[in-house]
């Protein structure tokens, strides 16, 4: 369904979240995750979205199990998780990833810690990683709801400024063959090259 356009010109996109806690995924608190993620989203992006969401526990094999379900069998175009990417025993949300991967994406995860280190040191221990699968892009971020804005969106007013990971998601997702996905430039403008630009709808 993300290859048809819809009435207002945009394409749609199928998005998969996924929230990676024991505790949250058990009930023990209320899972803070999926609302941060869809939140922001549903502001930066124009196109009409489709979300798959899970929460699950912090399992390997059920997290691959999970990201290989969102891609493979629901169609998404773009997965992101949050939580589990830690040093803690528990944390393998990136091993689960780089299980499912047909390429490593290492730019999103570098940047990520970049951002994270105008806040806190502790960012060094931080080990998203970002993957292809098939003609879907899937991003670890971090298990905060603020960090995950922080990372996404990038910090605009900042001396000197420091560009969010999403800027890029968008012709990463026109590489490997996925919908063309146009964002808000209030919240984050994202970048083409000139060449790769669709002129606006009439």
């Known amino acids: 369904m993300s290859d048809q356009a819809t009435n207002d010109g945009f394409d749609a996109v ?21 609302p941060a993620l869809r939140e922001w989203l549903t502001r930066a992006v124009r196109n009409p979205v489709q979300w798959v969401e899970r929460l699950i526990p912090d399992e390997q094999e059920g997290i691959s199990a999970a990201l290989r379900a969102l891609v493979d069998d629901e169609g998404c175009d773009l997965v992101l998780t949050t939580g589990g990417t830690g040093p803690a025993p528990r944390d393998v949300t990136p091993e689960a990833t780089l299980a499912v991967a047909h390429k490593e994406m290492p730019g999103f995860g570098e940047q990520m810690r970049q951002i994270s280190l105008r806040f806190v040191p502790t960012a060094i221990l931080s080990r998203q990683v970002a993957v292809i699968r098939g003609k879907a892009l899937i991003i670890n971020l971090p298990g905060q709801p603020k960090a995950i804005a922080e990372t996404l969106e990038g910090l605009p007013s900042a001396t000197p400024p420091a560009p969010g990971i999403f800027a890029a998601v968008p012709y990463c997702i026109d590489l490997i063959g996925g919908p063309y996905i146009e964002t808000d430039p209030a919240v984050c403008k994202a970048f083409r090259p000139k060449s790769a630009i669709r002129p606006p709808k009439a």
């Open 14 to 34: 199928r998005i998969g979240l996924v929230s990676i806690s024991d505790r949250a995924s058990a009930g023990v608190y209320q899972d803070q995750g999926l």
